[in-house]
DNA sequence: AAGTGGTCTAGACCACAAA
DNA sequence: TTGTGGTCTAGACCACTTC
């Protein structure tokens, strides 16, 4: 690890334990390069960590500041796993299950959204997510089977991205995503429980990696009395 | 400007104009030194604005590369004025008509929401956001009176943002959004043109000052057809 | 006036990718 | 082997906030 993501974690760490809570103000840059024996520079980036997850606000002339991270979890506002999602809705049960997984041959669609050109196939899978037994979100993905090998049932049930990370050692770079409204489908219908909602949140997101190349394309339908979104968008410059 | 903002501005216009084409790789951060007579930290600034706005990749040992930003025009990814978006919607018209506006004294909701101990009053209103005609968007925003002053019409339904930023002179710093989607209300049946839709999504916001004061709580409202999010999640840090 | 974060510079070494 | 981006250092000046 970098020295300024160990400050990064070790300045996490104080505000996790509350010996900085939300409203202190931290130490100057010029303390801190003190305390932790580094350059200003080091510093900086230790504190752009900090405010890039959203844990302390600077403004010029004054001490930065603790901010009250308590509000959210942002649970979906990052790349990540579902078990990391569940992690934090710690008081229902969360159960993934595949209904399909095939390595097939892509249809128009799906290989303008993966950018392929010629007879590269590609891993089709479905999962249904429940949350304390009802099923209320359906995913569809769609892996370039050029990039990601050997797909499994139990892989594809227990955590997809430890395996293309960890195994295949894959480095996802960033992810575009679409949150739209849909009315529902014949198939949603059959695999979720829907009551009687109409409508489902349906997100597309299209994933891509260290080099720029997207290797995966999913659509995830969520039942609308289970959707929730949450994000802090700080102020960028403008362009 | 900084030097590092009008470099990222002069890379940016070459992007615009198809001097440089997605794909294509950046000069290598030494060259863009002497191309702009710049220290490669300031170079390196430049470049993280242009990551951060979503233009181009880097990646280690690799030049980076220009990014295809076309896909998205990402109108509601950040914090910005109403008037920003529809100028992205060229093909509709778009009008804003206010249909509350005064100084009240906060309930306990929004005394919670805006941080508000004392007898601090309130701005409210109510907007609703036309598209080609159709009342698609309800916005019920409630502003800190102590730091906003002299709300009128005119600036209520040409741009609140503007006036908050260039004459009021708040530095605006952060805001943290809930989306959620939730059943329609008398009030939402009676401002907005629902047709047979029975659930709205909603948007809470939270706005922020560079202070950390929280200064607006904004509820808004939109017809699930005419609701869009799009957003591009970059890697971060593991926390 | 003193202290803060913001910008800029010049130089060094490293790990990784590509030829 | 060469070139790339990633990290780290030390020092300087500025604009802004606070006292």
Known sequence: MSKYESI????????DSH??????????ERELMGMYDASRDTIRKALNLLIQNGYIQKSKGRKSIVLDTKRFKMPFSNIESFK???KALEETTVVTEMVYLDCITPDERVKNALNIKGNTKVWMLQRVRRLSGEAVILDTDFLNADIVKGLTKEIVENSLYEYLEDVCGLNISYADKIIT???ITGLDEKLMDLNSYE????????TYLDDNQIFQYTISRHRPDKFRFEDRARRMHSV
Chains 1, 2 share one sequence.
């Open 181 to 183: 409204c849909q009315s």
């Open 199 to 206: 409508m489902v949140v349906n997100i597309e997101s299209y």
């Open 19 to 28: 010996e900085l809570n939300a409203g202190d103000s931290l130490p100057s």
């Open 8 to 15: 990064f974690h070790d300045i996490l760490g104080k505000i």
């Open 84 to 86: 990391e999602v569940a």
